[in-house]
C-alpha cells in the first residue's frame, strides 16, 4: 500500500561519517527495490537498486542491504559529504514495470 | 541515460482554473508512465498509471474526473488538474517505466 507520513525522520551525521539510513517495505511479494535521493524542489534521482535474490549489492560508495526475513533495506553511504544531504526514499516493485511504491522517506543532513 | 522532461517546472493559477503538466520520455519509449504527487514532507504518492493509447488506472481516492491523464504516444504523457483549488497545490511528479523507471523533475502547482 501507499506509505504516508506526517514527517520525515531525519538522520544528522559529520562529513566523513559512515550513514545508515533503513526502510522497513510492507510487501512480502516485492521483488525489486531501489533507493533514490531527493533534493529540494527535484525529481528523485537514482542511486542504487537490488532485485530480491541478493542481500547485498555495492556502488560507488553506496551498499545496499536487503533482508526478505524481516522486510527490511538499507543503504550505507561511506565517507558521507555535504552534497549528501537530501532525503532519501526507499521503492518497491512487485511486478516489472507495474508501479513503485515508495517508502516514508528519510531527511539526512551532513554537517561540515 | 533515459531522461524525462517535465513542464512547467512551477506554475500559479487561479482557483477554479485547469493546468496541463506534460511528461515526455526525451530518447527511449515509455512502455508506462506513472504520475505522483507529494506534500511538504512527506513520500511520492502514486496518483495514477497509464499506458499509451488506453484509460489511465487510479489508485484509490483519486478523482479521476479531476485529474485528467492523457498518453497519447509512447513518449508524451499529461496530466490535467482540473478546476484546480487551493487544497490541489503540490508537487506533482511523473514517471516514464522503459529502461527502468526514470522520473521528471517535478512540477510544483500553486492554487491561488
Known amino acids: 500500500g501507499e506509505s504516508v507520513g506526517l514527517h520525515l525522520p531525519t538522520l544528522s551525521v559529520q562529513e566523513g561519517d559512515n550513514s545508515i539510513i533503513n526502510c522497513a517495505y510492507s510487501?512480502?511479494?516485492?521483488?525489486?527495490f531501489i533507493w533514490y535521493k531527493q533534493e529540494s524542489g527535484k525529481g528523485p534521482q537514482f542511486i542504487i537498486d537490488?532485485?530480491?535474490?541478493?542481500d547485498k549489492r555495492q556502488g560507488q560508495r553506496v551498499t545496499v542491504l536487503l533482508n526478505k526475513t524481516v522486510k527490511h533495506l538499507s543503504l550505507q553511504i561511506a565517507a558521507t559529504q555535504p552534497g549528501d544531504s537530501a532525503v532519501y526514499f526507499c521503492?518497491?516493485?512487485?511486478?516489472?514495470?507495474?508501479?513503485?511504491?515508495f517508502g516514508e522517506g528519510t531527511q539526512l543532513t551532513v554537517n561540515p | 541515460g533515459a531522461v524525462v522532461s517535465q513542464h512547467p517546472s512551477r506554475v500559479i493559477c487561479k482557483s477554479g482554473t485547469s493546468v496541463k503538466i506534460e511528461c515526455r520520455s526525451l530518447?527511449?519509449?515509455?512502455?508506462?508512465m506513472f504520475w505522483y504527487r507529494q506534500f511538504p514532507k512527506q513520500s511520492l504518492m502514486l496518483m495514477a498509471t497509464?499506458?499509451?493509447?488506453?484509460?489511465?488506472?487510479?489508485e484509490q481516492g483519486v478523482e479521476k474526473d479531476k485529474f485528467l491523464i492523457n498518453h497519447a504516444s509512447l513518449t508524451l504523457s499529461t496530466l490535467t488538474v482540473t478546476s484546480a483549488h487551493p487544497e490541489d497545490s503540490s508537487f506533482y511528479i511523473c514517471?516514464?517505466?522503459?529502461?527502468?523507471?526514470?522520473f521528471g523533475s517535478g512540477t510544483r502547482l500553486t492554487v491561488v
Open positions: 497509464s499506458n499509451e493509447g488506453s484509460k489511465a488506472t487510479y
Open positions: 514517471s516514464a517505466y522503459g529502461y527502468g523507471y526514470t
Open positions: 530518447d527511449f519509449q515509455a512502455t508506462t
Open positions: 537490488i532485485r530480491s535474490n541478493m
Open positions: 521503492a518497491e516493485e512487485e511486478t516489472s514495470g507495474s508501479r513503485l511504491t
Open positions: 510487501n512480502s511479494a516485492s521483488d525489486y
